[in-house]
């Protein structure tokens, strides 16, 4: 990608890191080691990949070319152990990600437990972590609950950019994922099926063959983009896919979320029963929790009866708050109470446990808050 007279290589598949190379008259194996440097050791400068000679280095650094990692602007240390980090990018624009040690990340139940270092766990201090990542600046879709809807959408997050955000936390923590089990979703700022190409270029560039996260342990949540559901149904390297659908019906779901307008409960629940599932996935479905709009026992037998027959698991969240968002958090109760009717229904029903709300980490709060106390460059 070009960007103010600077050609990024973060974000460049094997082919087009070939096509570079040959460009720059070197033979065919320097694209393999610049793919190894760039995603596999998550390198930050090219001055720093010590497999290519220092001239290329050198001839590349001056023809523009540099990694393109994305800065880590601020960190927010939540007392939970979750960091909220602010990326910048060389346009002025920013995005968070979020790092959740022993994050559920929406995966509760999925067995992650397994096949641990009790030692090295114990040492780091998190047997495994989530880390959420955004796919746009802002967001288009104007859920009504959702601080990221205030900001409108501003630009798509390229590949790289999306990348960048994982290699910048990862290199952040010291991650080894040859050994350390890490989860990702796509559950920050954005709607990734409105960025659709961007992000399954960077999910193929995160996974097995790049950076090193099995795709088995990514989630992309939508909000409900009925065509690229179909769209994702047909990767072939295709992370698990998660719902958002925040109502039972489409009366609550029309006022909640205007995207129900154009794709309603009947397309995206058609969409999810067509939707072919790997040995052992489920799909998940999220919903976000609103105080006496859709939290009634009522409801959630509503809800059981549209879920009925998909396999389906629902993970529920409760309304994170924000300033100017005019919706109010659901008693505890009220949600055990959502779960237990899901449940007695037949319907695998889990609670989402906030993350970081001290520090506006958490689902719905990622908005570019700065004005939290940052620890810049502290070391975790
Ligand atoms: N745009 C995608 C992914 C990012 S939002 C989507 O909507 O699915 C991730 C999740 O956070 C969604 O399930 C969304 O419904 C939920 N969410 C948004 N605002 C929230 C808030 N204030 N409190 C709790 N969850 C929220
Ligand atoms: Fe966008 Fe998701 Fe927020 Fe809706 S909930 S506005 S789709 S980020």
């Not at 489920?282 to 879920?307: C, H, I, M, P, W």
């Amino acid at each position: 990608m070009q960007e103010h007279d600077k050609f990024y290589l973060l974000g460049a598949d094997s082919k087009e890191l070939s096509v570079l190379v040959e460009s720059l008259g070197e033979p065919g194996y320097r694209s393999r080691q610049l793919f190894e440097a760039i995603y596999k050791q998550r390198i930050a400068s090219l001055d720093q990949v010590s497999t290519l000679p220092k001239e290329l280095r050198q001839k590349m650094v001056a023809a523009g070319h540099e990694i393109g990692l994305p800065a880590i602007e601020k960190r927010f240390v939540s007392n939970d152990g979750t960091v909220r980090y602010l990326f910048k990018f060389p346009d002025g624009e920013s995005v968070e990600a979020v790092w959740m040690p022993e994050g559920d990340g929406g995966e509760a139940g999925d067995g992650s437990e397994a096949g641990l270092e009790e030692e090295g766990a114990a040492k780091r201090g998190w047997r495994r972590a989530t880390i959420c990542i955004s796919s746009q600046v802002g967001c288009a879709v104007n859920c009504q609950f959702c601080l990221t809807a205030l900001l409108g959408q501003k630009r798509n997050l390229t590949a790289g950019e999306i990348v960048g955000q994982v290699n910048s936390v990862l290199n952040d923590h010291h991650v080894d994922l040859k050994t350390e089990r890490i989860n990702l979703v796509f559950m920050g700022q954005g709607e990734p099926f409105l960025n659709y190409e961007n992000v399954m270029k960077a999910v193929r560039l995160l996974s097995e063959n790049g950076v090193g996260v099995p795709v088995s342990r990514m989630t992309i949540s939508t909000s409900g983009v009925v065509p690229r559901i179909y769209d994702f149904a047909n990767e072939e390297v295709r992370p698990k896919l998660a719902i958002s659908l925040n109502a039972p019906n489409d009366v609550v779901r029309e006022q909640v979320m205007p995207i129900n307008r154009k794709w309603n409960i009947e397309s995206l629940m058609k969409a999810a029963r067509e939707f072919p599932l790997r040995n052992r996935e489920k799909l998940t479905f999220e919903y976000v929790v609103l105080g006496g709009v859709n939290d009634s026992v009522d409801q959630a037998r509503e809800l059981a009866e549209l879920l009925r027959g998909t396999g389906a698991k629902i993970n529920l969240i409760a309304w994170n708050p924000g300033p100017e968002v005019p919706y109010s958090t659901p008693t505890d109760e009220a949600v055990d109470a959502f779960k237990m009717a899901l449940r007695e229904a037949g319907i695998p029903a889990f609670i989402r446990r906030p993350r970081g709300r001290d520090i506006f980490a958490a689902c719905g709060q990622l908005k570019r808050t700065e004005t939290l106390t940052s620890i810049e460059g502290a070391s975790l």
